[in-house]
């Protein structure tokens, strides 16, 4: 009796010749050129000549939301990292986004009014309250102050602690919804203890990072907010620049430039030519200083 060999016994690296399955037929042919070191190092090289961003799909793709956005962030964590296979793919949305933007007539990088928050000696309040008032403390906070921000059509990018970051499309706007805010904080009181609120607002062209944004701008924009000890509100000459003085009256504030400190250390992260001013409302200041600093016209 003759035995004959079914297809379930032969071994796995048994293929049939010119079948397209085995290492040498044309899929192991792809296979190997797709992971060729080489191949997926040229691809990469020419998505850098490519529009738009180059590390488009990357977790800190600087390139902004939409379809290809979301589609690259699918294809970053489903596609072979080290494949040409992946940078082609990441290639064409790295393409659509770009012609995207063209389009809509967006800039890569626009202008955007960026806002920081936090509470003025929270951390020394905190530790003797203890966990449960600074919660409750924190959640009064949050209710009041962030809807004045997502009323007037701010982003509330991200919260810190007894702090937070939200960005806005228009300087004017971003101040008049940070008054508001800072009013509103005013009303909390929780064991006896009402917070005081510091708000720093820059504006600039931050890059878009996901939901997130970061750059030179960002940091400016945070220390900004630091230059506010005492609580309030201070703008960077660049969000002045963009408020004009009819807008100024209309919200009822008045500015003063923060002067700089003879010997005060330079600011980290912080042009030395950009100055600051605080902005205040004129029923917080006394009759005589309102009038003093009230802007030109009003």
Excluded: C
């Amino acid at each position: 009796m003759v035995d004959v060999e079914s297809p379930d016994d032969r071994s796995d690296g048994q293929e049939r010749v010119g079948s397209g399955y085995g290492a040498s037929g044309p899929l192991g042919w792809l296979k190997a050129t797709n992971h060729s070191p080489g191949v997926v190092d040229f691809v990469r090289r020419a998505r850098r000549a490519l529009p738009g961003d180059p590390d488009f799909g990357d977790p800190l793709s600087a390139a902004g939301v939409g379809g290809p956005r979301a589609a690259a962030r699918a294809a970053d964590r489903i596609l072979d990292r080290h494949a040409a296979s992946r940078e082609v793919s990441l290639g064409a949305l790295q393409v659509w986004q770009a012609l995207t933007e063209r389009v809509s007539g967006r800039p890569a990088y626009r202008e955007v009014t960026l806002v920081f928050t936090d509470l003025v000696g929270f951390s020394d309040w905190s530790l003797s309250a203890g966990d449960d008032a600074t919660l409750r403390l924190l959640r009064r906070v949050a209710q009041v102050m962030e809807p004045p921000l997502l009323a007037s059509g701010g982003q509330i990018v991200k919260r810190m602690g007894d702090g937070a970051m939200a960005v806005f499309t228009d300087p004017t706007t971003a101040v008049r919804a940070v008054i508001d805010a800072l009013e509103a904080v005013k009303t909390v009181e929780v064991d006896g203890y009402t917070p005081l609120m510091r708000a720093g607002v820059h504006t600039g062209r931050p890059q878009r990072i996901g939901s997130d944004w970061l750059g030179i701008d960002v940091n400016i924009a945070a220390r900004v907010m630091e230059r506010a000890t005492r609580g309030g509100l201070v703008v960077s000459q660049t969000t002045l620049d963009e408020i004009s003085e009819d807008d100024l009256q209309a919200l009822g504030l008045t500015v003063k430039r923060i002067r700089k400190q003879l010997f005060a250390p330079k600011i980290s992260g912080v042009p030395e030519d950009l100055a600051m001013y605080w902005v205040k409302t004129r029923r917080d200041l006394p009759a005589d200083d309102a009038r003093e600093r009230r802007p030109p016209g009003a």
